[in-house]
Nanobody, 123 residues
């Protein structure tokens, strides 16, 4: 079992930045790829970014490429998502997740999920 707890969400103006954190506990975090997804009201949960176990490989959704950066610190058992140049359409609940895949962009490849953190971007 892996427990995941997100933090760092909040209200920010368009063009601003936030840094989300996801703290993992339980089994060895470095055994898992990590991912960030987001879900806006009325929408399905959508892929944002993923990072491999050692952090050497990352993938991003086209909508966030160049604006968001995923990273991880396996000593601290934490994965981060840096959100820059935020837009109102980035408003959503952001979830982190852990997967046994190398990297993964679909919800079904993830076994463990956090409870989410709200990001709201005002125009």
């Amino acid at each position: 079992q892996v427990q995941l707890v997100e933090s760092g969400g909040g209200l920010v103006q368009a063009g601003g930045s936030l840094r989300l954190s996801c703290a993992a506990s339980g089994r060895t975090f470095s055994d898992y790829a990590a991912g960030w997804f987001r879900q806006a009201p009325g929408n399905e949960r959508a892929f944002v970014a993923t990072i491999s176990r050692n952090g050497g490989s990352t993938r991003y959704a086209d909508s966030v490429k160049g604006r968001f950066t995923i990273s991880r610190d396996n000593v601290k058992n934490t994965v981060y998502l840096q959100l820059d140049s935020l837009k109102p359409e980035d408003t959503a609940i952001y979830y982190c997740a852990a997967s046994t895949a190398y990297t993964a962009t679909v919800v079904s490849r993830y076994s463990y999920w956090g409870q989410g953190t709200q990001v709201t971007v005002s125009s």
